[in-house]
């Protein structure tokens, strides 16, 4: 198969899931005859008609609320949020209704909605169009939250996600959106599933988790620390939410230290659910405590410092020599 | 012509044929089966007498908060009797009559009261959402649901029903323009009870009526007698009819009035007073109705007497039965049920923690 | 009578004084000072030019996306113009042109579109907001402006901007309710530019005008050429009238149309053939005013030429400074300014940290 | 002064702060004419009038935004959210101008709004009646987030709060508005201030942290502890945001356990942030993994179950005698 970017990788999986299984629709801002501003959906209402690529009016919430609706009809939905700092706005029928109705009516209704919404900054967009909320939606009973890190990783995410019976955010790193291609091939070979993390790189002497547009950071850190003889083990999330804590605690009673990169900010962000399970599952092997490298406690300023902001792999790798000599 | 009126469809029409002494404008009566007329007045009043037993079990404890209906009867059965069986009915939370019409089991609306999520259990093939609590927010289920439902090819309509006061909220907004942007065949009923909670309708809106508000979305609108049941099915008959036959969105104003407590955590004497609700006790729809019902030769004293008695059991016998479901529910688990599809790992470790009666976090040693 | 049309207001107008060919019904025609009318003549043309010199800066790589105002200058100057200077201005992020009209520096939006927060500063005292990116948001703040500006015994009015696209989202809805319940001094000025991105009018609501949805609120509305200044100056005077007089809000759309890109990261032939846009660019606002104002003598082609230089030096000048400025904005601090009024400890170590060249983050040994 | 319930005592601030100061107004569903569901906005209307205490119409969100533009224009508003579980259909008036308009205008705009909004289960209410996602605000950069644990301190903080110069969430533990009385001293008494948590109860084998609803339950847990030998320290948080983990950490440094304890979901909850607080400025002294005893990661079932959800004294108890004896 061919070298796609994270957005034709992800464009392919929803054609094939929607070429697989009738049911599948997509709805949102711009995603049928624009094909997406980010151009995710390209193509698409060409091949599917706009009875299945539905081009909505300007409303999150409507959005958010129809899809639950056509969930509970039988349909399968995947809404777009133009840009997760856009569903905000329909916040309220994610919490209250999507999150909830399996729930709510004890199996009666079924709500397999995937929302779809990029994430995160690098790209030079204006306010609103950069940030990183995941813990929105990982504190969120009901909801699965997945991020991909890479093409191939999107793909078989998006794939997951579309045939789980339950809601999932599905977190795109618009920064990876055309950062780099990777072969991409069939499904069958990538064992991605939802809930399980990944090993992305053998080490022994320090754990480093990350996910989405930072781990292609944390690779590039770790390579700088094996030049300086320091070998990082890293972990790609993958899934949020459930997190995969065993795979993360496994790693850490092995190489004894754990560093953790997110964009989000600090406080209450997914770094501290990460530090907090590596503490409960890896205490006694624990030798330094677990270093959070993120974003600071404010807004993901306008883009001349966005990358001042963000997390990069001198930061990282700083960030583990300092845990490698705690 | 520089200033000039702007055209586009503005009329909207009120309607009422049964008056307060129970007398018709027999012209405009719909043609309903006599039995239909009996089963909705039924229906009306063990909407009715249900609310009064689940008030005193509300007081004694025995079950929780839970929104009257007393005096939105006519409203209620009125317009969902104008649906399908293979229709949806897309409620709020005070539907109680609405439901009945549709067959909703007392037991569950008892056990759902009585704080058990096991009431709120919907089976898979019911055509009946669940009760939506924040307010104002089902109302884009139902077009959604219709929407689907056509990419499926099936013909379906649905009646979402929601009070005054869910007009102001943004999702009524977005629900009432996607309806009409996508064609849905979605009959939006506005219970327009003069209340939410405490706020007057005046304080809610500047709008001269609530039916008007359908101009703004190029949908037809009608204002009702909303304690007139034949108004009410009239206007959900000609709404049903269009959604079915041109698929087409409509709003149902049904201008009624809450008799009772918001819900039984309120209490009105702090917003209004008895004179107004006497008022509207004039307008009761299930007097007015059982009048009418009476001279028609369709219900008489004796017949009344025994749906009274009927009801008053049938309603006795829920609560025994709901009483005796309760003790079946003792345990932490379900808590945990439907969560998902199937639990997850860490959702199985932690109810295994709480079953054993600690917290749901903790650790494991490395 | 049981079936009668409802009686409310639904008489909504439009308006249109200033023909494609610069021939105005000189009878409506408001009453202007010459000079006031060469300023609205001049702003306009600044706009445009200052999109055409940040389109370039953008390709070329030195600022970001901005969404050009090219096409709805009479919409924007020809409403704005109608405000006090100690009234509310309340934009979205297209109005460019109502930004010069109230004096915002060029300077200051140059550097927000490179990329700098300091970009938004705005003086304490002054009556303009910033730019609202979350579409359909910031007309809610239009409304508590005013409403409190009452509250302290000030009358002021606020005229807030937004597109056809916004009036789709909730807030929106209760945006209008608010200000009607409040009888607030409101001015809504829709910018009905045909399309929100990718999706025209036409699919975004099906109302046959945007206008009518006023009579939601029992507000008054009113539909405007918007390509044509005079009616929307009258317009706008009018409402600013009906807000300083009786305390109400209008809502006045302005059929007007986007002849750029939605941002410089749209590509517009994606979904609108050029076909529909040169029907457009007949009728450019800047052009028949222009052709207007040369009938009445009031500018002649020597004095366009000079105020087309002038312009240019001016936008010119205005990158220069904006250029300096960069240079001495590029350190980490500047990022920790203003969350609060004071910095909290927290974020003054995590300022700390960020300057040392660490992560935020990190720990402190017990 | 006399002994007040919560509800009381955040009437009376409510009441003194108005007399002080003009600029406050309250405004919300049924706070004026009723005087509010839970009655805390009791008899305002009748001294203050109903242009200081106003009723509006049924929208989150117009409450939200309206809220936000009377501040900028110099008032300080305190909206109410009827339910903390209402809040999310003005979340994004919250997250995208409250939270920023400061920083977006640099220090041009101030939005002094204090949003008020019960939360928590325990008085056998409604679905959405119950929540407790104080992360969603607490994870919101320029944001403050206070909650108090009796009487006396929802007095002293709710006067902080609305003179504080930037938006405070003021999250009322619904369960204890009628719970216990306690006497409310003038607010000199008080040394309550935004960002600064107080111990509750000396201890030296193990510092327990909680605040509102759960600070009663944790307090019974501390004297059950000491009844079999253990002495815990007990902290209550009073703000989550900014969290003051300094006093956490000091106190953990002496105790070297730390057991923490919130009604929010356990998974990115609150003590996810504490537990990785402590690990970071205790590590070295830390006995035992922090034990976070929270709500299970489900939505707070309906109220027959829903003090199985809660956390209680019990639960309490035993997750510090596991820590002990770690
Ligand atoms: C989003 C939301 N906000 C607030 C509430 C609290 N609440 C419950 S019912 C109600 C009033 C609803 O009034 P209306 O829509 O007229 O319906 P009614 O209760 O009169 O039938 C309010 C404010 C809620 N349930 N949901
Ligand atoms: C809440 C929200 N959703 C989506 C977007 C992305 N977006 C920016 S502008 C726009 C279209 C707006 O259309 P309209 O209101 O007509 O204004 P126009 O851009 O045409 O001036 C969209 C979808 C946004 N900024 N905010
Ligand atoms: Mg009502
Ligand atoms: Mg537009």
């Excluded at chain 1, 501003?37 to 409303?59: H, M, N, Q, S, Y």
């Excluded at chain 1, 909320?133 to 794939?159: C, D, N, Q, W």
């Excluded at chain 2, 059965?77 to 539907?95: C, H, K, Q």
């Excluded at chain 2, 149902?252 to 039984?264: N, W």
Aim: net charge negative; glycine share 8%.
């Amino acid at each position: 198969m061919a070298e796609l970017t994270m957005v034709e990788a992800i464009n392919l999986a929803l054609a094939e899931e929607m070429r697989r299984d009738e049911r599948v629709v997509i709805l949102g801002e711009d995603v049928g005859v624009d094909g997406g501003i980010f151009r995710v959906t390209k193509d698409l209402i060409e091949e599917f008609g706009e009875e299945r690529v539905i081009d909505t009016p300007l409303a999150e919430s409507g959005i958010m609320g129809v899809s639950v609706g056509m969930a509970m009809r039988g349909l399968r939905p995947v809404p777009e949020m133009q840009f997760s700092g856009f569903s905000y706005l329909g916040f309220h029928q994610i919490e209250s209704h999507l999150s909830r109705m399996r729930w709510r009516t004890q199996g009666g209704r079924q709500v397999p909605v995937v929302v779809r919404m990029p994430y995160g900054a690098g790209v030079r967009a204006l306010e609103h169009h950069s940030e990183s909320r995941e813990v929105f939606y990982t504190h969120m009973p009901g909801i699965k939250l997945v991020v991909p890190s890479g093409p191939r990783a999107a793909r078989t995410l998006l794939v997951a996600a579309i045939r789980d019976p339950d809601p999932v955010v599905f977190f795109e790193p618009k920064a990876l959106y055309r950062a780099f291609r990777e072969e991409v091939s069939d499904e069958e070979d990538e064992p991605i599933t939802i809930g399980k993390a990944m090993i992305r790189r053998d080490g022994t002497d320090l754990t480093l988790v990350a996910y989405g547009a930072m781990l292609p950071r944390a690779m590039e850190a770790a390579k700088t620390l094996a030049d300086g003889g320091i070998e990082a083990e890293v972990i790609d999330l993958l899934t949020l939410s459930p997190l995969d804590h065993e795979a993360i605690a496994a790693s850490v009673r092995r190489t004894g230290r754990c560093v953790v990169v997110h964009e989000a900010p600090l406080s209450y962000g997914p770094g501290a659910e990460i530090a907090a399970r590596v503490m409960e599952g890896a205490f006694l092997k624990l030798q330094a405590p677990v270093m959070r490298v993120t974003g600071p406690d404010v807004n993901v300023p306008y883009f001349a410092r966005e990358q001042l902001y963000l997390p990069d792999a001198e930061r990282i790798a700083d960030a583990c020599r300092a845990t490698m000599n705690y | 012509m520089p200033r000039e009126p702007l055209q586009f469809e503005s009329r909207v029409e009120r309607l009422s044929i049964l008056d307060e002494d129970g007398k018709a404008d027999e012209e405009l009566v719909p043609e309903i089966p006599d039995d239909l007329l009996v089963r909705g007045y039924r229906t009306m009043v063990k909407a009715r007498r249900f609310d009064q037993r689940r008030l005193k079990l509300q007081r004694s404890g025995r079950i929780g908060t839970f929104a009257p209906v007393n005096g939105q009867e006519a409203a209620q059965v009125g317009t969902i009797s104008a649906l399908d069986e293979t229709d949806w009915f897309v409620p709020s939370y005070r539907e109680t009559a609405a439901h009945f019409w549709r067959g909703t089991d007392p037991k569950d609306i008892l056990l759902y009261d009585a704080g058990y999520n096991e009431g709120g259990a919907l089976a898979e093939d019911s055509r009946t959402l669940p009760l939506a609590v924040p307010v104002g927010t089902q109302m884009l289920h139902a077009v959604g649901i219709v929407h689907a439902a056509r990419l499926l090819g099936e013909e379906e309509i649905a009646m979402t029903y929601f009070g005054d006061g869910a007009t102001s909220q943004g999702d009524f907004h977005e629900a009432m323009n996607f309806a009409s942007v996508f064609d849905c065949p979605v009959v939006f009923v506005c219970q327009n009870n003069q209340y939410a909670i405490s706020v007057p309708r005046s304080r809610q809106t500047r709008s001269e009526t609530l039916a008007q508000k359908a101009i703004a979305y190029g949908v037809t609108g009608i204002q009702v007698d909303g304690n007139d049941i034949f108004a009410c099915h009239v206007a959900a008959r000609e709404a049903v009819d269009r959604a079915r036959n041109e698929s087409r969105p409509t709003l149902i104003e049904c201008v009624t009035y809450r008799l009772e407590m918001h819900t039984t955590a309120d209490d009105p004497s702090r917003y209004r007073d008895e004179e107004e609700v006497a008022k509207w006790r004039q307008r009761d729809p299930i007097e007015r109705f059982g009048k009418w019902l009476m001279a028609r030769g369709l219900v008489d004293d004796k017949g009344i007497e025994r749906m009274e008695e009927e009801i008053t059991d049938e309603i006795q016998a829920a609560w025994k039965a709901t009483e005796a479901r309760i003790e079946t529910l003792k345990d932490v688990g379900p808590m945990f049920d439907h969560v998902f599809a199937e639990l997850t790992p860490e959702l199985a470790r932690q109810r295994a923690r709480m079953q054993d009666g600690h917290s749901p976090g903790g650790w494991k040693d490395g």
